[in-house]
């Protein structure tokens, strides 16, 4: 649980970051203010259609989040983090496992009365149990059966 709150606390401060940085410029600055004003015009008229300078504005304010250096860096960041939480997963010894299922199978048989025509069924029920060995090899996720 302490390596998530640390983990947090270093997006957050990242993230922060990249805020700030994005809110000092004055380009992005008037494109997050456009972008919001649109949006805005859009909720109030509730027009559907489409609205060519709300998408150019969302790309550009995409484009200015996402070459924003802490955003690059919260990104690396999260994925060490998820690497550092799977690398103990990924070189554990794996051992054969044994499954085992039941099942009742139905069968249905049908017996013909001479003379009448008519015929009747019966059913009869057997357990089945089937026994799967599995072993994952050390070197990667493939089951062999």
């Excluded at 304010?61 to 550092?84: D, E, K, Q, R, T």
């Excluded at 690398?87 to 049908?110: A, G, H, S, W």
Aim: proline share 3%; with cysteine; net charge positive.
């Amino acid at each position: 649980m302490r390596k998530f709150q640390i983990f947090l606390f270093i997006e957050a401060c990242l993230l922060t970051g990249a805020l700030i940085m994005m809110v000092s410029e004055h380009f992005s600055r008037f494109l997050l203010m456009l972008l919001l004003f649109l949006l805005l015009i859009r909720y109030y008229t509730g027009k559907q259609g489409n609205n060519f300078i709300l998408v150019a504005v969302s790309i550009l304010f995409f484009f200015i989040i996402m070459l924003n250096p802490f955003v690059i860096l919260a990104i690396f960041v999260a994925l060490i983090y998820s690497l550092f939480l799977l690398y103990p997963m990924m070189n554990q010894e794996r051992e054969d496992t044994n499954l085992v299922f039941e099942d009742v199978i139905t069968v249905k048989r049908e017996k013909k009365i001479a003379g009448l025509g008519t015929s009747t069924t019966s059913q009869a029920t057997r357990p089945v149990v089937l026994m799967i060995s599995i072993s994952f090899a050390s070197w990667g996720r493939i089951p062999f059966i």
